[in-house]
């Protein structure tokens, strides 16, 4: 076997680049390495600007021009100079350096910025940069990717409660016939789930730290101690949009990104629930799925039309949580002031929400295919009178009627009971007559209590 050493969606290591790759598309833009590369460079120029205009007797303010060169190495950063910067890493076998380099050589041609050329990454160390990147990467995946997708999903589950809000459908609790329910109205206790998850994930509050190699602002002290560095740090930050984390050691601590992906793991676990149980809704036969042209269920099964949307999903989810507890529980311990262990570990975001964005497209195309098969989700209900005897002995209780629990667990425990058998028992009971008369109008399809109106305000 020969395989190509050029890096194509058939020889890529990960299905993320390979089968996959169109799905993880959108997060190339915050979370891959030249993305990294792209915000090292934002922090590095928003530093220098900083200082600029912080009055250091050696470093004037930049006119005008020579700011908005540097504001457009931001603006236009592509993969070409991404690639350079790899290039001059080889050299360097240091990745921030390189950036610092790069940098350097593109104001070479301005005599203002040239002159100014080591005040690029003054007083900072390695991790300033990195954390900082790391912390504007992450808020803006949150924002244009995270929470929209997410909020995507609960929309459509949103949807699907109001629609469904009348269908009533069977409960099984221990997986046995259980009073019952809206079909619409388990779409909403996920979407009401999801609800909660999201507002956790938008809690978190973001935080930065650019006070050197230690935390404690020894190389800016050194060289201006009259700056109020802490101050000057969290305008930068601020400039931003990021707070500044006061308290740090090398690296900012990462209890914030800890409690990011724990969010996000809630989120998905919620989902992978929804999976599981849409799966078995489609195996009892309470939905179809629509077909596509073309498509093969089994390569020697040619009836079946599988689940595969959300099993891919819940796969998925599998592989994404994996990451995202690894990074939640890895990332905020450190040896000392700093091992370089949370290095290697950061460089897989966009494997964690990479398969995030696998997981939640595979969930929203199979939500989108599912067609309700009515005649199969009324039968269920139709043949399980013994779920009504939950009201006939509740109401039993409220009128003192002796035994409650106890006749209608002889009655119905273990071998059912159709609608004749549970009339003839009601009409035997000493009840008032309108009670009496509810209780013999009930079905199992009416015994839904407020599941149409819960669904329906979702």
């Known amino acids: 076997m020969q395989i190509a050493d050029q890096l194509s969606h058939l020889n890529a290591l990960s299905p993320l680049d390979g089968r996959y790759a169109a799905k993880g598309q959108v997060l190339r833009e915050t979370l891959s390495e030249a993305a990294f590369m792209a915000h090292r460079v934002e922090v590095e120029v928003a530093w220098l600007l900083g200082l600029s205009q912080a009055g250091l007797p050696e470093l004037p303010r930049f006119s005008a021009a020579s700011t908005a060169l540097l504001q457009g190495l931001v603006a236009n950063f592509c993969e070409a100079d991404a690639a350079r910067i790899k290039e001059i890493e080889k050299t360097t076998n240091h990745d921030v350096k390189a950036v610092e380099y790069w940098l350097k050589e593109r104001v070479a041609g301005d005599a203002e910025l040239s002159s100014a050329a080591e005040f690029i990454h003054f007083a900072c160390t390695s991790e300033d940069v990195n954390n900082t990147s790391h912390a504007l990467m992450l808020t803006r995946a949150r924002a244009q990717f995270i929470i929209p997708r997410l909020t995507e999903i609960g929309t459509h589950l949103k949807t699907l409660a109001r ?122 036969g309470y939905f179809k799925q629509r077909l596509k042209e073309g498509e093969v269920g089994s390569s020697t099964m040619p009836h079946k039309v599988n689940p595969i949307d959300f099993e891919n999903s819940e796969g998925n989810i599998g592989l994404a949580n994996a990451v995202l507890r690894h990074l939640s529980e890895k990332l905020p311990v450190s040896r000392w002031q700093r091992d370089l262990t949370d290095s290697t570990v950061l460089r897989n975001l966009g494997v964690a929400f990479g398969y995030c964005a696998v997981a939640w497209d595979s969930c929203l ?78 079905t199992p399809r009416s015994y839904l209590g407020l599941a149409a109106e819960l669904a329906r305000s979702i």
């Not at 509740?394 to 009339?423: C, D, F, H, S, W």
């Open 365 to 442: 195309r199979g939500l989108n295919k599912l067609e309700l098969n009515q005649a199969a989700i009324d039968a269920d209900i139709d043949r399980c009178w013994e779920v009504l005897a939950e009201p006939v002995q509740t109401v039993m209780r409220r009128y003192g009627l002796p035994q409650p629990y106890e006749q209608l667990k002889a009655l119905t425990r273990g071998k059912g009971i159709n609608q004749e058998g549970l009339t003839e028992f009601i009409n035997g009971l000493d009840l008032p007559p309108e009670p009496k008369a509810r209780l013999l109008a009930l």
């Open 163 to 284: 629609q469904f809000a009348d269908q009533p459908m069977l409960s099984r609790t221990h997986g046995q016939p259980a009073s019952p329910t809206t079909l619409g109205k388990e779409f909403a206790n996920v979407a009401a789930r999801l609800d909660l998850a999201i507002a956790s994930i938008e809690a978190v509050q973001p935080l930065a730290k650019l006070n050197g190699a230690t935390g404690n602002y020894n190389a800016h002290v050194s060289a201006y101690p009259e700056v109020d560095w802490p101050a000057f740090s969290a305008k930068v930050l601020a400039g931003l949009g990021l707070k500044q984390n006061p308290y740090s050691i090398q690296i900012e601590p990462h209890d914030w990104m800890a409690a990011l992906f724990d969010a996000v793991g809630r989120a998905n676990t919620i989902l992978l629930d929804l999976n599981r149980d849409i799966w078995g809704y489609i195996s009892l």
